[in-house]
């Protein structure tokens, strides 16, 4: 049992060397929110990268939303996580054509690649999650 944890503790510090990151990183807290101004340099990253189109009124989100700051927790040295307003930031939401909330968009290299719409459960999103980073 010793020995397990023991590789275990190895294994993780082995994953952080190579990833350039260790326990004193300060990782993101969360998705980032994003805006009009700022969301096209955010998705051109080469990471992978899920941003939920979200709305304050909309009840379906509040339920998303705990979701996908989750996955931000779980995989935030392997994809980028942002949150977009859709009544503050209408020329996104436009551009990719949003119409029912919450969207989930998927970004590989500043592309689109995959959607979920609605009140999705997180073993969706994380499936789809791990089909693009791999």
Same mark, same amino acid.
């Given at each position: 049992?010793?020995?397990? =944890?023991?590789?275990?503790i190895? &294994?993780?510090?082995?994953?952080?060397?190579?990833? *350039?990151?260790?326990?004193?990183?300060?990782?993101? $807290? *969360?998705?980032? @929110?994003?805006?009009? $101004?700022?969301?096209?340099?955010?998705? &051109?990253?080469?990471?992978?990268?899920?941003? @939920?189109?979200?709305?304050?009124? +909309?009840a379906? +989100?509040?339920?998303?939303?705990?979701?996908v700051? =989750?996955? $931000?927790r779980q995989?935030?040295?392997v994809?980028?996580? *942002?949150?977009?307003?859709?009544? =503050?930031?209408p020329m996104?939401?436009?551009? %990719?054509?949003?119409?029912?909330?919450?969207?989930i968009?998927f %970004?590989?290299?500043?592309?689109?690649? @995959?959607?979920?719409? *609605?009140?999705?459960?997180?073993?969706?999103? =994380?499936?789809?999650?791990?089909?693009?980073?791999?």
């Open positions: 049992m010793e020995n397990d =944890e023991i590789e275990n190895r &294994k993780k510090m082995a994953e952080e060397l190579l990833s *350039g990151t260790n326990a004193k990183t300060t990782k993101p $807290s *969360g998705p980032i @929110d994003l805006t009009d $101004s700022t969301f096209v340099n955010f998705v &051109k990253s080469p990471k992978v990268t899920m941003v @939920d189109f979200w709305a304050p009124w +909309c379906p +989100c509040r339920f998303v939303s705990p979701v700051d =989750e996955l $931000s995989y935030s040295t994809a980028n996580f *942002g949150k977009v307003n859709v009544d =503050e930031n996104v939401s436009s551009t %990719f054509r949003i119409q029912s909330i919450p969207t968009m %970004f590989k290299n500043g592309k689109a690649v @995959d959607a979920s719409i *609605g009140a999705v459960p997180k073993a969706l999103l =994380e499936r789809k999650l791990k089909a693009l980073i791999q």
